[in-house]
């Protein structure tokens, strides 16, 4: 099992310009997440799924759009880029059940926005 | 949403001693308390997590602390060794359905373990 994989590791966008991070786990995980992590501010959570089809606002979510077509994939969508986007960006996911379980990330995505 | 406060931000210890991380939450509600470990260039892994009804809980050197009534909960390191150096972060989150699979972080504690 691959886990989570995040694609790519690194990436600088110029102002404006629009990206997607790939975020792609194997587990069979219903709940995914996009978490950005800044220096002394830890990770705040950007958008959530809960399963294919369904996705909710986080903390931080201005500047961003997900959607989750399939349960293996969900994609994070810069429509245009900021220099505060720039930021390391953390994929996770964990099993569905009645109860909080283990969240399994990714290697993370450096962006730089200059 | 929870509110989740962490301390020191950086800890140094000479090897062998123990180390001691704390972390309080505002949410009376937040039922799942788990401490991750973020190595230089990699994602958060889980060590340990606990459960509100737990009041402690050990694996090897690594054991939590639980205290509800006052909403904090610690982390602490024992006979800690150079490889146990990394950035460690608490959560916090009720199990209720609108939350199941969100996790609310503290701000990180940058652990250095001198040799």
């Known amino acids: 099992n691959a886990g989570v994989t995040q694609t790519p590791k690194f990436q600088v966008l110029k102002t404006g310009q629009s990206m997607t991070l790939q975020c792609a786990q194997d587990?069979?995980?219903?709940?995914m997440s996009w978490y950005r992590q800044d220096p002394g501010m830890g990770l705040r959570l950007i958008h959530y799924?809960?399963?294919?089809?369904?996705?909710d606002q986080g903390e931080v979510p201005n500047g961003y759009n997900v959607s989750r077509s399939t349960t293996e994939d969900f994609p994070l969508r810069l429509l245009s880029a900021a220099p505060s986007q720039t930021s390391v960006y953390f994929c996770?996911?964990?099993?569905?059940?009645?109860?909080?379980?283990?969240?399994?990330f990714g290697q993370g995505t450096r962006l730089t926005v200059v | 949403g929870e509110n989740v406060e962490q301390h020191p931000s950086t800890l140094s210890v000479q090897e062998g001693d123990s180390a001691v991380i704390k972390c309080t939450y505002s949410d009376s509600a937040s039922n799942y308390f788990p401490w991750y470990k973020q190595e230089l260039g990699k994602g958060p892994q889980l060590i340990i997590d606990?459960?509100?009804?737990?009041g402690e809980k050990k694996d090897q050197r690594i054991a939590v602390t639980l205290n509800k009534t006052a909403k904090h909960f610690s982390l602490h390191i024992t006979e800690t060794q150079p490889e146990d150096s990394a950035v460690y972060f608490c959560a916090a989150t009720p199990d209720r359905g609108s939350t199941l699979g969100r996790l609310y972080f503290g701000r990180g504690t940058q652990l250095t373990v001198w040799p």
């Open positions: 587990m069979n995980h219903e709940y």
């Open positions: 799924s809960v399963g294919a089809g369904i996705t």
């Open positions: 996770a996911s964990s099993y569905r059940g009645t109860e909080n379980t283990e969240a399994f």
């Open positions: 606990i459960r509100s009804n737990v």
